[in-house]
Structure formats: C-alpha cells, structure tokens
C-alpha cells in the first residue's frame, strides 16, 4: 500500500547541519518532494527530485535519493533559527488519478540557538 | 507567475450552521485542484480533487462537498457543520501530474 514514513521531531543547534528522513513504498512515483510549513502558513515547495536522480543540491538544500531502499533524504546545510518548520516529504505514484500526492506525517524541526 | 488565493483567513462558525470556503487561482489554465484538511495533529488529509470544471472527486466521506464553478475557482461547503470540522484547510492546485503549491490556508473553529 501506499505510505511515506518520516521521524516526528528533530532537534539541532543553529550552525549545525540538519538531516531529515523519509522512507516510502512506492516504487512507481516519479517525483520526491520535500514542502516546508511554518506556524499557520500553507506549505511551501521546497524542492523535488526526478526519480532517477541520486542528489539534487540548490543552495543550503541537499536532496538524496536511494532508490533500492526507497529512502529520501533533505540535508540542510548550516541550520538557522529560521529553518524551525514541519518538513514534509511526498511522493506521487504514477497510478494516482488526478496528480495526488502522498505526503509523510512530518518533520518538526526546531533550531536552538 | 501563478498565485493562489483562500478565504476568510479565519472562520469561527457555532455547529450546524453552513460553510463555504474559497479558492481561486491565477496565472494559469485549467490546473488540477485540491482541498486538504490538517487537524490538529499534522497529517495531511486529502477531502476533494478536481482536474475540470465540474469535476469532483471526494476521498472520504463526509459532511463536506466541493464545487468548482469556474476553471480555477473552487469552493468547500458544507449545510450543517460538525464539532470535529474544526481545522486547517488548505487548497493546492498543480498544472501537471507533479508538484502542487499551496495557498494560505482558512482555520476554521467551530464551536
């Protein structure tokens, strides 16, 4: 069936680097995103990486893809207070009728300074 | 560039009385679009989606209906709201099979 796990909470110092994980099960998805939400605010894309690609790196963000584990992986480099967020992870099987996504449960993350 | 719009901000509505939320969408076509609630845990639930005028398939049954009269206007109701509608309404629309952007969301209490 279709499910994306994430970790509930992750918890670093301002400066460190921040991994966030995510398993999922469908092998089919073409797409992996990764969505930022702040307190009361909508989701916000962060990036995404095709589904035949190992890393996707933008700026601070690093994606890694395993693609034999079904793992997903967003390293943030150099963690700001302004990164504390839920992060969610989400996949999109090709079988599901009208582009819908599955999204993981997410990822807050808080950044102490 | 694409912009997506929901309103009100923030609703407080006594129970059994009606909802209507909106969702507009512009600079772009014929997009697919989405309703979501998240409760007050985090998950995401997906309630309505839409790839056409009038087209709308729900993903759990509820107390709840979608409507989209125009290509990139779409609109949640309900005639009598429940105590456990209270949440986060989120409304996405994506121009392809892939990644969907988000609007501001309407917190709805109700009471």
């Known amino acids: 069936g279709e499910d994306v796990e994430q970790s509930l909470f992750l918890s670093v110092r301002e400066g460190d680097s921040s991994v966030i994980n995510c398993t999922y099960t469908?092998?089919?998805?073409?797409?992996l995103y990764w969505y930022k939400q702040e307190p009361g605010a909508g989701l916000q894309l962060l990036t995404y990486?095709?589904?035949?690609?190992d890393m996707k790196q933008d700026q601070r963000l690093t994606v890694l893809l395993n693609k034999k584990d079904k793992h997903l992986s967003l390293r943030i480099a150099d963690t700001q207070t302004g990164d504390s967020a839920i992060y969610f992870c989400?996949?999109?099987?090709?079988?599901?009728?009208?582009?819908?996504?599955?999204f993981g449960q997410g990822t807050e993350l808080s950044v102490k300074p | 560039s694409q912009t997506i719009h929901q309103w009100p901000a923030t609703l407080v509505q006594p129970v059994g009385s009606p909802l209507s939320l909106e969702c507009t969408v512009e600079?772009?076509?014929?997009?697919?679009l989405y309703w979501y609630r998240q409760a007050a845990g985090r998950g995401l639930q997906l309630l309505f989606y839409?790839?056409?005028?009038?087209?709308i398939s729900s993903e759990v049954p509820q107390n709840l209906s979608a409507s989209r009269p125009q290509d990139r206007q779409f609109i949640l109701s309900s005639k009598k709201l429940l105590l456990s509608d209270s949440g986060f309404y989120l409304c996405?629309?994506?121009?392809?099979?892939?990644?969907?952007?988000f609007g501001p969301g309407t917190r709805l209490t109700v009471t």
């Open positions: 469908d092998s089919s998805s073409t797409y």
């Open positions: 600079g772009t076509s014929n997009p697919n």
């Open positions: 839409s790839v056409g005028i009038g087209q």
């Open positions: 989400a996949e999109n099987p090709i079988y599901n009728q009208g582009g819908k996504l599955i």
């Open positions: 990486i095709f589904s035949n690609m």
């Open positions: 996405a629309w994506s121009e392809t099979q892939y990644e969907q952007y």
